[in-house]
């Protein structure tokens, strides 16, 4: 009981009821959803595209003297009368230039697609660019890290495997099922 002013008393009600548990609280970690086959796929694809490509460069590390040597000629017919210093620092800069060149396209195409499978539909789109421009980067390196004879089909043969792949999980990812996978209730674009 409680005093008014004036002197009346009053009586204090019950307080309200309280409200029924719930069943439509979200849970404190979301449910992710199983990848879809497309998807599973495609992550394969470009993880056997990476591989091709990461071939590539690890055997152009290995045989980095020879690479070195034959690119001493060519880099001395394209720059005549310069000192022999200044040919091998050229030599230098275009061959690790070009294995620096594709190996950060490479991590950054891993990254994107790691954004990917954190289900993020921006970054399918951002892939394109990337692997447009993996291909554009592949032409001038091609002339710096393709040896002569076999050894340069298989680097070309690797190259071209790894592209084909990357495509197919490129597509893959723009199905209809990956596309839905990647959309989310109130998620994030």
Same mark, same amino acid.
């Given at each position: 009981?409680?005093?008014?002013?004036?002197?009346?008393?009053?009586?204090?009600?019950?307080?309200?009821?309280?409200?029924?548990?719930?069943?439509?609280?979200?849970?404190?970690?979301?449910?992710?959803?199983?990848?879809?086959?497309?998807?599973?796929?495609?992550?394969?694809?470009?993880?056997?595209? %990476?591989?091709?490509?990461?071939?590539?460069?690890?055997?152009?590390?290995?045989?980095?003297?020879?690479?070195?040597?034959?690119?001493?000629?060519?880099?001395?017919?394209?720059?005549?009368?310069?000192?022999?210093?200044?040919?091998?620092?050229?030599?230098?800069?275009?061959?690790?230039?070009?294995?620096?060149?594709?190996?950060?396209?490479?991590?950054?195409?891993?990254?994107?697609?790691?954004?990917?499978?954190?289900?993020?539909?921006?970054?399918?789109?951002?892939?394109?660019?990337?692997?447009?421009?993996?291909?554009?980067?592949?032409?001038?390196?091609?002339?710096?890290?393709?040896?002569?004879?076999?050894?340069?089909?298989?680097?070309?043969?690797?190259?071209?495997?790894?592209?084909?792949?990357?495509?197919?999980?490129?597509?893959?990812? %723009?199905?209809?099922?990956?596309?839905?996978?990647?959309?989310?209730?109130?998620?994030?674009?």
């Amino acid at each position: 009981m409680a005093f008014q002013s004036g002197g009346k008393k009053r009586h204090q009600s019950a307080p309200p009821p309280r409200p029924g548990l719930s069943y439509l609280t979200p849970p404190p970690i979301p449910v992710i959803p199983p990848l879809p086959r497309t998807v599973r796929l495609a992550r394969t694809l470009w993880l056997f595209s %990476f591989a091709a490509g990461l071939a590539v460069l690890l055997g152009s590390f290995v045989a980095r003297d020879s690479n070195l040597q034959r690119l001493r000629g060519v880099v001395a017919e394209m720059a005549a009368g310069g000192d022999a210093s200044s040919v091998s620092t050229t030599t230098e800069i275009v061959f690790w230039g070009s294995v620096g060149a594709l190996l950060l396209i490479t991590l950054l195409e891993a990254a994107v697609l790691a954004a990917v499978l954190g289900r993020r539909a921006w970054a399918r789109w951002t892939l394109v660019p990337l692997l447009a421009s993996h291909l554009l980067l592949l032409f001038p390196a091609s002339a710096f890290l393709v040896p002569q004879g076999a050894a340069g089909s298989y680097v070309v043969m690797l190259w071209a495997v790894g592209l084909v792949l990357a495509l197919a999980g490129l597509v893959l990812l %723009f199905l209809p099922s990956a596309g839905a996978w990647l959309k989310r209730e109130g998620g994030r674009a």
